[in-house]
């Protein structure tokens, strides 16, 4: 089982919609999770940290869901400048210096 | 707002030749990481470093790569002898410390091609 998997995609969705994206882990001792944007052959951009109780942050909305190893990633009224790919990532380590997982990313395209 | 920077953004090098990529973190962060991802793959950890240590690395970064912090800005990744597939796009990060409330910020990243 991959260590982080996600919605294989592309999601192509007019603007304006609401589109989820998925993700699960493998690793039930994880502790810290994140969704990144990463646009074409640039580098990582940290979107949005998860926490346990779900966080909103604009039109983006992320839960976690510890007891099923479960990541998902809501965006409302979607905007062009929202196409990118949304990296799911997870942190497998308690302390010290921190170890990203990547998940292989969903490709999102707004239409017009 | 402070970012990550890195030198060069691309880099083309011959098989069997040594290159070193360089990164300059945010200033008061004191974790630091290299990244790689080839082209149409996932992001994959390389190395973690605090404290002139490595913290972590993964079985990707063997004993032809290095990581060094020269002086006080400045954190390199030097791979000794090129093979074909080490071509990816190498991002380094930064993190303001370790533990997991801190998140980590990107380099725009070097393009290395190894020909």
């Known amino acids: 089982r991959k260590e982080v998997e996600q919605d294989p995609g592309p999601f192509n969705v007019p603007e304006g919609a609401t589109v989820a994206f998925n993700c699960t882990y493998s690793?039930?001792?994880?502790?810290?999770f994140f969704w990144y944007r990463q646009d074409c052959r640039k580098e990582p951009k940290l979107l949005m940290s998860v926490y346990s109780s779900g966080n909103e942050d604009g039109r983006f909305t992320a839960q976690l869901n510890r007891a099923s190893q479960y990541i998902s990633l809501l965006i409302r009224d979607s905007k062009l400048s929202d196409s990118a790919t949304y990296l799911c990532v997870v942190n497998p380590l308690i302390q010290g210096a921190q170890k990203l997982v990547f998940g292989q990313g969903t490709r999102l395209t707004i239409n017009p | 707002e402070p970012e990550v920077t890195q030198t060069p953004s691309h880099q083309v090098t011959q098989m069997g030749q040594e290159v070193i990529l360089r990164c300059v973190p945010i200033?008061?962060?004191?974790?630091f990481y290299w990244y790689r991802q080839i082209l149409g793959q996932k992001v994959e950890f390389l190395v973690s470093f605090y404290n002139n240590e490595i913290s972590e690395k993964s079985e990707i970064f063997d004993d032809q790569f290095s990581v060094e912090r020269p002086d006080g800005s400045n954190f390199t990744l030097k791979i000794r002898s090129t093979k074909l597939e080490d071509s990816a796009m190498y991002f380094c990060a930064s993190s303001e410390a370790g533990g997991v409330s801190y998140e980590q910020y990107f380099g725009p990243g070097t393009r290395l091609t190894v020909t």
């Open positions: 200033s008061n962060h004191l974790y």
């Open positions: 690793n039930s001792a994880s502790q810290s």
